[in-house]
């Protein structure tokens, strides 16, 4: 492996996190771009003459050649390469080109693209050719109806070649800014949220998928990717994953490749559009996943095993740092913020020039929580030059008072119970959480009168970021275990005195599972322990909750040895007086 050289299209930020994996490895990188200080060539200075950086544009069909003298794998950062210079140099050389200059010949037209998904027969949304005139887009309106996305086939990114007419008096308009470029037309999707799935195939068609993330836009340019997407349908995010596994196994090469998708409101999916290299949605992956995709894709172009895409950290975020003018004060300001925030990492790209408009960094941020993480963000989006507390509030909402409604927006603890009447002894458990500072909801959830929305509760409770719950059941205490059926996360029963029988036939029904059906059971009445429980399971990924835990043991310890000393003092018949 380190015999071999590495030749990378493209010299941006793609290129330059794409070099520092391959630095880690001992790979030697050559980069194609223009000028000397091209982020990617910052990273990588070689002292061998022979892999000396190509100064060249990446489309350039002769610095492409002279690349490729140079290298045994060609990679690129950006689509938008010479094709058919990639085909001369396959149809004469051994020099590996990954993905395959098929595949890029497919994706880098939009048009194109869209054909080959639908003859694969993959989810997409109608779309049809058009011609830069009034008539034709007038055509595609009357077909596909309004608002109908114009798009350009080729050379469009970062909302770049887009135009979203949304009344036929616009189609002038749209076709001029389009710049007379080659259009398409795409049928407006209705989407609730965006989503993305970075997909890594290997030179012998393995493929792997990296978790579904929810990706937000603004002014068209990717703002914030949340990994992983959280969702009450269980299914979403294994159906998301197959979709772009799929999509991907209809192209030829290897490397990452970045599946786009809008998700409907009926939870329906459907692929918007794919990247043939590393993506920015992908960034999260190098601080919050096991394997970075810059790892993976040169692991996959080498042909070496291809690396975990599992998360590492329960939750993170990527926030796109966007320059707003001529000044990098504004990108330091934000820089510095994130150096004071915990769980951050800053990925500054470099560049001599910032612009409006122009990709300069990015921020991850890991957290223990969704709770954490976003009350981490929060101050991050407060200090953008364009931040503003409704955004914060939209994306990273304050953590709940405590019992404050009981509904911590990004909860870890469900705490649930078959009647408002079991509310007493479960605020017990409340106090607890609250005491811990773990994020919770609190809720009526019937077994009996409910069963549906107690059916979607268990079953959506780990894709919606839960970590434990709290059951509590009186006379019927059939609650605990129901939802221990339909859900793998652990389940804490909590038997409910009653207006009969003390509580003792919840006890029975709860600890009575069957085998395979785990229940984890305290006394009666006791959510207290409930709580404690739930602080001691989730302290296996939160480490501060042990040492938290071990106060709060070391404080009882405190508290019975003050009465200890207080009776030895007063003797127990003023011990008892005072008691009473």
Known sequence: MADKVVGILGGGQLGRMLAAAASLLNVKVIILDSGDNAPAKQILAPTDPGLAHVDGHFSDAEKIQELARKVDVLTMEIEHVNVESLKQIEGYSSLQIHPSPDTIHLIQDKYRQKEHLAAA?????????????????????????????????????????????????????????????????????????????????????????????????????????????????????????????????????????????????????????????PHNSGHYTIEACETSQYENHLRAILSLPLGSTALKVPSSVMLNLIGHSSSMSEIEAIRDVALATPGTAVHLYGKAECRKGRKMGHITVVAESDAQLRARLRPLLLALPDGSKEEADRYAALPASPGAGFSDPNPLVGIIMGSDSDLPVMLAAARILDAFEVPYELSIVSAHRTPDRMVEYARSAATRGLKTIIAGAGGAAHLPGMVAAMTALPVIGVPVKGSTLDGVDSLHS?????????????????????????????SAGIPRLIGEMELYMKKMENEVLGKVETLQEVGWEKYQVKRT
């Open 121 to 277: 027969r993959l989810a997409i949304g109608p779309f049809q050719a058009v011609e830069n005139t009034v008539e034709s887009v007038q055509a595609a309106v009357d077909k596909l109806g309004l608002p109908l996305m114009l798009k350009s086939r080729t050379l469009a990114y970062d909302g770049r070649g887009n135009y979203a007419i949304r009344d036929a008096s616009q189609i002038p308009e749209a076709i001029k800014s389009l710049g007379g470029r080659p259009l398409y037309a795409e049928k407006w999707m209705p989407f609730v949220k965006e989503i993305a799935v970075m997909v890594v195939r290997s030179a012998t068609g393995e493929v792997a998928s990296y978790p579904v993330v929810e990706t937000v836009h603004k002014d068209n340019i990717c703002h914030l990717v949340f990994a992983p997407l959280r969702s009450r349908d269980a299914s979403l995010s294994e159906r998301a994953r197959k979709i772009a596994e799929d999509a991907v196994k209809t192209f030829t090469g290897a490397g990452v490749f970045g599946v786009e998708m809008f998700l409907l409101e009926d939870n329906q999916i459907y692929i918007n559009e794919i990247a043939p290299r």
């Open 510 to 538: 709860i600890v009575q599972m069957p085998r395979g059906i785990p229940v984890a059971t305290v006394a009666i009445n006791n959510s207290t322990n409930a709580g404690l429980l739930a602080v001691r399971i989730l």
